[in-house]
């Protein structure tokens, strides 16, 4: 649903300039954030070498109605600010949705979804991919058909990284979103953590 501006117009002067989209203030968006450590943690397993994601907050563009309240729009992004794709703060200021999703899974979906729309087109590559069958993956819930869409089936488990890939075609469940690492292949995993020591200042 939409409303009119509450903002008065002055027809004899320009409309004011948009607040510019700015990185989301820390622990003001505390399950997004949660979610977002979480996909980071798969981002740095597939692509050591890219900098972790953030979240862009894009202020409202008009007033809230009266009693409302619109934090604005939050986007999953590359460090340098740029994003691809949806909000994942969907909600409608006037209907009294909660400013961030209550379940967990749902919104580690979410921000999954968005993640990978920003890094594949804004980086030009397919990501994540399977290791074993080298095709690009997916978010669904655990346990997710190979005849069903994504929101279309009934699984309802924790949301997994899915391959369409198999010998049967049924596809697979790859990895807990998150836990992508673990299924790298060894030379993979042990680059990965002498990385790791590297940033933590180990040997």
Sequence with gaps: MSHFSYEPIDPGRPRPRLPEPRPAEPGRW???????????RDLAATLPEQDALILMAEPPQESPPPGAVDRGRIYVAMPDGRWQGNQVNAHDPEEGDPLEPDDADTVLTAVADAAQETVMELLWQVWPVCWEHKTGMHVRPAGTADDRYPGATGASGPPVWWCRGGREGGGHDVAAVGELAATLPGKQRRALRRGERRRDGRR
């Design 30 to 40: 505390p399950k997004l954030e949660a979610a977002l450590a979480v996909v980071n």
